[in-house]
């Protein structure tokens, strides 16, 4: 008896030390790009040895996979709550905008750094397309139930533009912000930026109604996730 309670427990300790690996390894990586963190800073942030990190995850790309698995974790719960809504509130909708952008941001290496990413872990390069395909269809349900409440209206010519546009700034606002601005170090004032980036894509179509909110969403924080390390 005594045998099987100390394998739990190691196997419990075990779990315990590969979460605390990923959520060391997000934090590193949300800072600075993967490519410019190495796997004894990895050790040294979680205070074990090489050696155990390697036991874990035997490469970079290792770890890159199980962070995405988080990503598409999160992403699988967001997509689900969007697809069964049935409300027509217009907070509902700036709620799931917001909910996306505190995604994007728990995870902004992925967004900020993909090519360098794709370069250390290329088996990732079909699940971020499988990914990025869901979410369009998320927006575009999204669009159609907006259309249908009457929040916003759309011209058939202008809404591939649209949705298209949204969905390149919202995901990609913090690769403009590096290459573009040159910001090296993304904080929440950025975030903020990029969410009146695509807010300012949907205002020209939005009835008055719709505008209040997303004036008044636009005021409230995003609350973001910080790892435990």
């Known amino acids: ?17 590969r979460e605390r690996i990923l959520d060391a390894t997000l934090a590193l990586f949300n800072d600075r790009a993967p490519d410019r963190v190495t796997t004894a800073e990895i050790a040294r942030t979680v205070g074990i040895n090489e050696g155990n990190l390697y036991y874990h995850f035997k490469t970079k790309e290792a770890l890159l996979q199980a962070l995405f698995e988080r990503l598409e974790a999160d992403a699988a719960s967001f997509m689900n709550q969007a697809a069964s809504n049935t409300e ?5 909708f700036s709620g799931f905008m917001r909910r996306w952008f505190s995604i994007v941001w728990d995870h902004r290496y992925i967004f900020r750094d993909l090519p360098g990413v794709i370069a250390i872990a290329p088996t990732l390069r079909e699940p971020t397309r499988a990914l990025s395909s869901g979410m369009r269809i998320v927006v575009e349900g999204a669009l159609r139930q907006m259309t249908e409440a009457r929040l916003i209206d759309v011209p058939d010519e202008d809404a591939p533009q649209l949705l298209a546009n949204v969905w390149i700034v919202s995901n990609y606002w913090a690769v403009y912000l590096s290459l573009q601005e ?17 807010a300012s894509l949907f205002r020209p179509y939005l009835s008055d109604v719709a505008k209040i909110e997303l004036n008044a969403a636009l005021g409230r924080p995003i609350v973001a996730r910080k790892p435990a390390i």
């Not at 100390?6 to 196997?11: D, L």
């Not at 027509?88 to 509902?92: E, R, Y």
């Open 1 to 17: 008896m005594k045998r099987a309670a100390t394998g739990s427990a190691a196997k419990a300790d075990g779990a315990s030390t």
């Open 88 to 92: 027509t509130d217009p907070g509902i």
């Open 182 to 198: 040159g910001v090296e170090e993304l904080g929440e004032e950025h975030l903020d930026w990029g969410l009146r980036q695509v």
